[in-house]
């Protein structure tokens, strides 16, 4: 069975099939995260919204990639279909409009997130977030040459890059700002199934999927 937690207000045409709308998804669009972790329900009540992860998608060569600031391995690319396969919760994709796009530098924001690949993940500016979110406390400003990013912080920080500001500061935007966005649309939810293990080496999210 695919995932189907918190589907019941989504209509029948927003919930797709990774293979029918993986040409569709573009460099620079967002994915969105709802786990069903305990970490991820305190970072969603935490920062007063529905998401707990964000991740930027790109194209490497045949391979639909996502660049996301992970827990357990910092910043990292990990193949699409992998990602969303896998993911125990909902995955939410994200498009920039296209009126955005036709002048948004989105190389800019790429070249960004390659650069920052390698950083380890910012436990410190999360808490930081968590701070300002609950007792309203002082944010950083934003750097210039980041040592360590968590997921949202560097979805902004990548955006920002091309011009486009989420939040005030990156250590402020959440994955919920994120989708507030006037910059994006929201498509629709990428059913899987994350009891059944993807095929690294394939384009799918579950072995028979199209």
């Known amino acids: ?8 207000d ?11 709308v993986r040409a569709g998804m573009l460099d620079g669009d967002v994915l969105l995260f709802r786990g069903t972790i305990f970490l991820s329900k305190v970072i969603e009540k935490v920062s007063h919204g529905q998401y707990s992860h964000s991740a930027i998608l790109a194209d490497w060569g045949p391979r639909k990639m996502i660049l996301q600031a992970e827990l357990t391995g910092g910043v ?5 279909s992998v ?4 993911y125990q919760g909902r995955v939410d994709w994200y498009r920039i409009r296209p009126e955005v796009r036709a002048r948004l530098d989105v190389a800019a924001i790429l070249a960004e997130a390659k650069a920052d690949l390698g950083l380890t993940y910012a436990t410190s500016d999360l808490l930081r977030a968590a701070a ?5 406390a002082p944010l950083p400003r934003d750097c210039v040459d980041a040592k360590a990013l968590f997921c949202s912080e560097y979805v902004a920080r990548c955006f920002r890059s091309a011009g486009v500001k989420f939040q005030p500061s990156d250590v402020g935007t959440s994955p919920s700002q994120i989708a507030a966005s006037d910059a994006l649309e929201f498509m629709g939810v990428i059913l899987h199934d994350p009891s059944i293990v993807p095929d690294r080496r394939a384009e799918v999210v579950a072995p028979g999927s199209p």
Do not use: K
């Not at 069975?1 to 019941?8: N, Q, R, S, T, Y």
């Not at 300002?132 to 309203?136: D, G, H, P, V």
């Open 1 to 8: 069975m695919p995932f189907d937690d918190g589907l019941d």
């Open 83 to 86: 990602a969303i396969g896998t």
């Open 132 to 136: 300002y979110n609950i007792f309203n």
């Open 10 to 20: 989504v209509p029948a045409d927003r919930r797709l099939e990774y293979g029918q």
């Open 76 to 80: 990292q690319a990990v193949p699409a």
